[in-house]
């Protein structure tokens, strides 16, 4: 996963556009330490590239609750989703 992060960096710093973005996990992915730390860093280098929330899809509800305290401990922009269509829907009108 790490490698996979690394390289959705590279790729959105290279293009330099603002993007949605959409992470796809299932019970294969790990939060680790490693990983969690990884995201921060990753996050800091490429948040003024996300538009608007980055939508994340898949999660179980151990994920769920580090993805929570990640999200507001760090002040981050992301929201759990439950279907790609709501993702989808949320990036081109908004909350409604």
């Known amino acids: 996963m790490i490698d996979r992060l690394e ?4 790729l959105l710093l290279e293009r330099n556009i603002i993007t949605p973005i959409i992470i796809i996990v ?4 790990y939060f680790t330490p490693k990983f969690m730390r990884k995201s921060e860093l990753v996050y800091a280098e ?16 151990t994920q769920i609750l580090i993805f ?6 760090g002040n981050r ?3 759990e989703f439950n279907s ?9 009108f908004g909350d409604s």
């Open 84 to 92: 790609k269509d709501e993702v989808i829907k949320f990036h081109r």
């Open 77 to 79: 922009k992301l929201r």
């Open 7 to 10: 390289y959705a960096k590279e």
């Open 26 to 29: 299932n019970d294969k992915n």
């Open 46 to 61: 490429i948040k003024h590239l996300i538009k608007k929330d980055i939508g994340i899809l898949g999660l179980s509800s």
């Open 68 to 73: 929570k305290s990640f999200v507001i401990l």
